[in-house]
């Protein structure tokens, strides 16, 4: 299947600072790219949806100025955890499709993400 | 907006039987998906349903969608403490391109 690079896996950050993670698709172009945060032993939470391009649609409860998605290329989209606090921390997974439509979304890795 | 409802939450079961994990949709489903997850790791991609009745089989994983599209089923055979993990189904949810997830199914196969 299509690889989908996620980076870092795992970040510890001071308080008040920002993260940034990274999603890239390898071998594909994303269309569209989600963003999902994960709770311990909770589902996957989705956080926005991006299309190349375009701004983010946020979910509702998500603060568009505390989480700042940038998807500027079709393989690249970047989500960025500013002025992050402890409970900021969490599980950060990305995911990407091409086209339109029902396709195949895959995930990246994920980022374990520590605000300490 | 569409919610998806997973069963059971949780599954322990012993090496060499059959499980079977639900996914039951508030509303007609126009792709399903089915992901495992390590906790602590990204989803893995097991497959994909589109169509009403579809079948499809992977290794020892079968999924199926019901004919109304509206709730699907991934049994496994013969369970390996290799199948162990977290299922996830997921599902476009309408025409918004978003991809939502059930709660999923925590399993647990012991040897």
């Known amino acids: 299947g299509a690889v989908v690079s996620q980076h870092p896996s795992r970040v510890i950050c001071k308080s008040g600072t920002s993260v940034k993670i990274e999603c890239r698709s390898l071998?594909?172009?994303?269309?569209?790219m989600f963003w999902y945060r994960q709770f311990p032993k909770q589902s996957l939470m989705l956080m926005a949806t991006s299309n190349e391009g375009s701004k983010a649609t946020y979910e509702q409860g998500v603060e568009k100025d505390k989480f700042l998605i940038n998807h500027a290329s079709l393989t690249l989209s970047t989500l960025t955890v500013t002025s992050a606090h402890p409970e900021d921390s969490s599980f950060y997974i990305c995911?990407?499709?091409?086209?339109?439509?029902?396709?195949?979304?895959?995930f990246g890795q994920g980022t374990r993400l520590t605000v300490v | 907006s569409q919610e998806l409802e997973q069963s059971p939450q949780s599954l322990i079961v012993q090496e060499g039987k059959n499980l079977t994990i639900n996914c039951t949709s508030s509303?007609?489903?126009?792709?399903l998906y089915w992901y495992k997850q390590k906790y602590g790791e990204g989803l893995i991609f097991l497959m994909m349903l589109q169509k009403g009745g579809e079948e499809k089989s992977h290794e020892k994983i079968t999924a199926k969608l019901d004919e109304k599209k509206q709730q699907s089923s991934l049994h496994i055979t013969a369970s390996q403490p290799s199948h162990a993990g977290i299922y996830l189904c997921g599902a476009d949810a309408g025409n918004t391109g978003k991809l939502i997830f059930g709660q999923g199914t925590t399993l647990q196969v012991k040897p």
């Open positions: 071998d594909f172009q994303a269309t569209t």
């Open positions: 995911s990407a499709r091409s086209g339109q439509g029902v396709t195949e979304a895959f």
């Open positions: 509303k007609t489903l126009y792709g």
